[in-house]
């Protein structure tokens, strides 16, 4: 597999985090232990799993930091929904901000799908 560095998806990942930190300068003092601090460590936690995972050298563990990746990616997305329901974000900085978790959630289901053993089915 490619360094990490090279992958389009660790790109957008990288984005997306930085639109995060930028975006949450915003966020009461008050939640910097709380959702500012789930919502910065989720966001990393995207990159950081890809990046481990490329240092991989099996499929199946490759593919295993791409699910964690996959499953921090549903988690950013869930605290992008409570930080607008809470009134921290603006509709519009959640409609981009949760568009980019999407999409990267597609894009890691994809990848992932090509580390994942093809079952030989016998007639």
Request: aromatic share 8%; hydrophobic share 35%.
């Amino acid at each position: 597999m490619k360094g990490f560095k090279e992958l389009k998806l660790w790109h957008k990942t990288h984005e997306l985090t930085q639109a995060i930190y930028e975006i949450m300068r915003t966020f009461p003092r008050e939640e910097l232990y709380g959702l500012t601090g789930q919502l910065r460590r989720s966001a990393c936690s995207i990159a950081a799993n890809i990046a481990e995972g490329c240092g991989r050298r099996s499929d199946g563990e490759i593919a295993r930091f791409l699910q964690i990746a996959r499953g921090s990616a549903s988690e950013t997305e869930y605290h992008v929904l409570l930080a607008r329901d809470l009134h921290y974000l603006c509709e519009n900085d959640f409609r981009h901000l949760s568009r980019q978790a999407d999409e990267l959630q597609r894009m890691l289901t994809a990848l992932i799908q090509r580390f994942r053993p093809v079952k030989i089915i016998e007639h």
